[in-house]
């Protein structure tokens, strides 16, 4: 039960003074729906801004207030592929134009009324030899002057909310905040002279105040390191079972390949946990096309072979199918039944997998999140293999874990080649497996980086390597804004290019990207992966795992839009089939330095650990905990260089208090229970009911 101190912070969002439901809309795509929500909502950065009357005295990349007169719109060519301009001029005549980038346009026909005078904020910048301010804001004339102040907060928004109105409702939340009992460790929080939390959530929204933006940048880690341990220790406690096999299954598969040196050793370690009775918790780490799926399948025979059932969860329906299918043929010599289930499997067909799963019947189950339905029972569940293990939260590992009589073996893979320094964020306290070797044989994958002015070129390019029966990957970027929305443009744009392919290839081109509909997306995918259709357009949906060996091409536009992480994924993409492959990186407009070093990083190798820890230098690893906007970060609040340097520090204060106060129940406990809830690590606070 959630400590009756915070009910005012977890009330919902809507209690704020002026939010009906027409607000509550723009801040629930936030994820702003409770009052701590919208306090945690941090600024992203501070403007400080200057009002201008002459463009002139304006610097390229400032942000400015001026007023401008509209004298003219231009809508693109080709509406939802470029921008959408209102050309303006200030009052000496210096021209800038105001540019709009897709829906966004449809607010701009309204507020420019040619010929009539506006007051608007936003960063100065040069687009060719034109200046432009890019979706700016609009600001009332009374309070033009009155806005150009010093550290003006800026938050992420999301359409129908305003930077004063989010300001607004910010202090009224902040307002609400209560005082809370101090659970950081004493020394700790007097050393770094930190502020008290209500005081440190004021100051983080008033300028860059370090204390108090580290302060609750600690406060998130030491919450994350509590709960993991909370998990590890309810791990020791649940008794698992041993699992040891005789190898008669595994000496009947008719692998086409010698197992690496990594492969059998990942093997061997994870036939070693297994023999535990205490549940394993391991994590294997190998770069794309590494083979870690012939590890899994290894370790799920393990568990068949003594007698228990196996399942291996996967990110998405399509991973879901390749993995079934994969697995199926590969084990098909062992007679072990494999079966696929999905949220899609519905009726008699259901019904059959579920009755499979209660009799023991089938072996190794293998689906998407649909296997950690309530409705999902299995005979005696011994072992767990996820696939691409940042994309569950432990809140979901935790429900999977709890399906088995005893606690199951969980074996997490993942090809996100995370640093070493940042393993422990990430993954807590697993044992890790390493497959740090490819199969032999993988040919080198040819990385260029080309002008996006070239496309006419690449495009004809693409037409000749289809030529000869090979098949080719095209992707567009879809980038994910601080908001949570897609990048405006960016569907419009993946779709137009999609249409312009068409133009030249016909019905050898499919696309997939995440709006269409899942049918819709598989059975392109399908499609491209039967060899139906040469060429596939896409957005990073088929980031994860897609295995089509004949494809050999790989298009990446906008590719300095990408992160590395990313980019080493897609890329990896091709090179699996014997035939020489290639990755063009197109690159649109000027690159900064960093853009370039980290293309020409990418240019120079396919070590994927080598990419990570480079990657992380050259800009500080925001998308290696995934960047805080995605979604499937670790951390919200904490950055990386505070991941550095408090994580160990908050691991092992929390590890001290677990020791200590096992039930959290002393007045610091107390204050650590306050915490986990703030932080919705709750199910860490759960698992204490049993103990
Ligand atoms: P990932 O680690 O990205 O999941 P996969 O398991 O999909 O990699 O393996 C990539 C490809 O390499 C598959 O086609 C697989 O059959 C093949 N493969 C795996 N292990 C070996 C090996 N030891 N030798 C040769 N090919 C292998
Ligand atoms: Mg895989």
Request: aromatic share 6%; proline share 4%; net charge negative.
């Amino acid at each position: 039960m959630r400590p009756e101190i915070l009910n005012s912070v977890f009330a919902e969002s809507q209690t704020l003074d002026g939010v009906g439901p027409k607000l509550a809309k723009p801040l629930e795509k936030l994820g702003l729906t409770r009052i701590k929500d919208v306090a945690y909502h941090l600024p992203e950065r501070f403007v400080t801004r200057r009002a201008i009357t002459d463009l002139d005295e304006g610097t390229e990349g400032e942000q400015v207030i001026v007023a401008l007169t509209a004298i003219e719109h231009r809508a693109s060519y080709n509406p939802g592929r470029g921008p959408y301009r209102v050309m303006a001029q200030d009052e000496v005549g210096n021209i800038c134009a105001l540019t709009y980038f897709g829906r966004a346009s449809y607010s701009a026909k309204k507020l420019f009324p040619v010929g009539e005078k506006r007051w608007v904020a936003g960063r100065l910048d040069r687009y060719g030899d034109m200046l432009q301010i890019v979706h700016p804001d609009h600001v009332e004339e009374d309070s033009a002057a009155h806005l150009a102040r010093l550290n003006e907060p800026v938050y992420a928004l999301s359409e129908g909310l305003t930077q004063p109105k989010l300001g607004s409702l910010t202090a009224q939340a902040l307002g609400r905040l209560p005082e809370l009992p101090e659970w950081i460790q004493p020394s700790q929080f007097e050393q770094a002279g930190w502020p008290a939390w209500r005081d440190a959530m004021h100051l983080a929204h008033k300028d860059l105040h370090e204390k108090a933006r580290d302060r609750l940048a600690y406060d998130e880690l030491l919450a994350n390191s509590l709960a993991l341990l909370m998990v590890k220790a309810e791990g020791r406690r649940r008794k698992g079972q041993a699992l040891s096999g005789d190898g008669s299954l595994r000496a009947r598969l008719k692998l086409p390949f010698e197992m690496t040196g990594a492969q059998k050793r990942s093997v061997q370690e994870i036939d070693g946990d297994l023999q535990q009775e205490s549940p394993m918790l391991r994590l294997l780490q190998g770069d794309v096309g590494a083979g870690k799926t012939v590890v899994a399948l290894e370790a799920m025979l393990i568990a068949n072979e003594a007698g228990k059932q196996a399942a291996l969860l996967a990110p998405t329906e399509i991973l879901a199918r390749q993995h079934f299918e994969t697995i199926r043929s590969m084990a098909a010599p062992t007679g072990v039944e494999v079966a696929l289930l999905t949220g899609r499997a519905k009726g008699r067909e259901r019904e059959g997998i579920l009755m499979g799963l209660l009799d023991g019947s089938i072996d190794i189950l293998i689906g998407t999140h649909a296997i950690f339905q309530d409705s999902v029972n299995y005979k005696d569940l011994g072992l767990v293999v996820i696939d691409e293990q940042h994309r569950f939260g432990v809140a979901q590992r935790l429900s999977l874990a709890g399906k088995g009589r005893r606690a199951p073996h969980t074996l997490a893979m993942t090809a996100t080649p995370i640093p070493r320094s940042l393993t422990l964020a990430q993954y807590g306290e697993m044992d890790v497996s390493r497959l740090d070797e490819l199969p032999p044989g993988r040919q080198a994958i040819e990385t260029l980086v080309v002008s996006q002015d070239r496309c006419a070129d690449v495009i004809a390019g693409v037409g000749r390597h289809l030529a000869t029966g090979q098949q080719a990957y095209w992707v567009c970027p879809m980038v994910r804004e601080a908001n949570g929305n897609w990048q405006t443009g960016d569907i419009a744009a993946a779709e137009a290019r999609y249409a312009e392919l068409k133009e030249h290839f016909g019905d050898d081109v499919v696309m997939v990207h995440g709006q269409l509909k899942p049918e819709v997306k598989d059975a392109n995918m399908e499609r491209f992966a039967s060899g139906g259709a040469k060429l596939l357009v896409a957005t990073t949906v088929i980031e994860v795992g897609v295995d089509v060996p004949s494809s050999t091409l790989m298009v990446i536009e906008q590719a300095e839009r990408f992160g590395l992480a990313q980019l080493h994924q897609l890329r990896g993409r091709v090179g699996r089939g014997s035939e020489k492959s290639r990755c063009l990186l197109l690159r649109g407009g000027e690159l900064s330095e960093t853009a370039q070093k980290r293309l020409a990083l990418m240019r120079e190798t396919q070590d994927g650990f080598r990419i990570a820890e480079e990657d992380l230098e050259l800009r500080g690893g925001g998308e290696l905990l995934g960047t805080r906007q995605s979604g499937d970060a670790a951390f919200r609040i904490a950055d990386l260089d505070q991941v550095q340097k408090y994580l160990p520090i908050a691991h092992a204060d929390a590890r001290m208090l677990i020791e200590h106060d096992g039930g959290l129940t002393s007045d610091r406990g107390e204050a650590a229970r306050v915490l986990l809830y703030l932080f919705e690590r709750d199910w860490g606070v759960q698992l204490l009911r049993g103990g």
